[in-house]
């Protein structure tokens, strides 16, 4: 069982940054691959960044590429998400995910399924 929250949303303007956390309990954080999706009203949840368990590995989607940077912390049992020159279009509820390196493997996904624990989600919304 893992527990995690997030925070760190807010309302930004495009062009501007915000930085988001995620705090894990309940299972020893070294063991997670770690992941960062997000949601927008009527659309389907996407994948956005990803890191190994040594945070040596991560993975971006397309649209966040060169802007954002995903990170981890694991004396502090905490993965971020560095967002910068945002875009309307990166408005979402944002999610923290969690996965057993042990299920699928020391690697990063980008499938929704491959993680098993979830965050409470946060909002961002960048106005134009």
């Known amino acids: 069982q893992v527990q995690l929250v997030e925070s760190g949303g807010g309302l930004v303007q495009a062009g501007g940054s915000l930085r988001l956390s995620c705090a894990a309990s309940?299972?020893?954080?070294?063991?997670?691959?770690m992941g960062w999706f997000r949601q927008a009203p009527g659309k389907e949840r996407e994948f956005v960044a990803a890191?190994?368990?040594?945070?040596?590995?991560?993975g971006y989607a397309d649209s966040v590429k060169g802007r954002f940077t995903i990170s981890r912390d694991n004396a502090k049992n905490a993965v971020y998400l560095q967002m910068n020159s945002l875009k309307p279009e990166d408005t979402a509820v944002y999610y923290c995910?969690?996965?057993?390196?042990?299920?699928?493997?020391?690697?990063?996904?980008?499938?929704?399924?491959?993680?098993?624990?979830w965050g409470q989600g946060t909002q961002v919304t960048v106005s134009s």
């Open positions: 890191i190994n368990r040594s945070g040596r590995s991560a």
């Open positions: 309940g299972r020893t954080f070294n063991n997670l691959v």
């Open positions: 995910a969690a996965s057993d390196y042990r299920v699928y493997g020391d690697v990063y996904y980008t499938a929704a399924g491959r993680y098993a624990y």
